[in-house]
């Protein structure tokens, strides 16, 4: 249960900013899934609650705090301020089917995360678009994970 820990880590702490592809840990998941020692479900559930768990503190973070906390230089350097500032306007017009772009968004969704609680997106709303998109990034990813591992198995 090591390797579930593991990649429930491993996708909080990418999520808020450690230089972990959110890739790797669901690839890594995929490659779990094709060993059968883990059940495929447990994996799929660990992803989406890491996934989402990260995703949520970044939204916490813009709905307490908006634009204020970019001033402090650890998220300035994260999260430039014109960013937020477009990324909010842009929630005010497209709403929370931004939240299913920003898994498309790599090394960006940090920013539209945060940018989704500063525009003050509802957290029911949030949650439900994001747990969406995690749940079809989680699939995809381990999918492909799987695959190549049953594919390397194969040489």
Same mark, same amino acid.
């Given at each position: 249960m090591i390797q579930v820990a593991a990649i429930l880590l491993g996708l909080i702490l990418g999520g808020l900013g450690a230089p972990i592809p959110e890739d790797v840990p669901l690839l890594s998941a995929g490659y779990l899934a094709s060993r059968n020692e883990i059940s495929p479900w447990l994996l799929m559930i660990t992803a989406v609650i !890491?996934?989402? =768990?990260?995703? !949520?503190?970044?939204? =916490?973070? !813009?709905?307490?705090?908006?634009? !204020?906390l970019l001033r402090i230089k650890l998220f300035k350097r994260h999260l430039p301020e014109k960013l937020i500032e477009k990324l909010t306007a842009l929630y005010a017009r497209h709403g929370a089917l931004l939240v299913l772009v920003a898994r498309l968004a790599v090394g960006m969704r940090a920013a539209f995360f945060f940018a989704a609680g500063a525009a003050g997106m509802r957290a029911r709303r949030f949650v439900l678009f994001d747990v969406a998109g995690a749940a079809l990034a989680a699939c995809v990813w381990m999918y492909f994970g799987l695959r190549l591992a049953l594919a390397a198995r194969g040489l």
């Open positions: !890491g996934i989402v =768990a990260s995703d !949520g503190i970044l939204y =916490a973070l !813009g709905r307490r705090f908006g634009p !204020g």
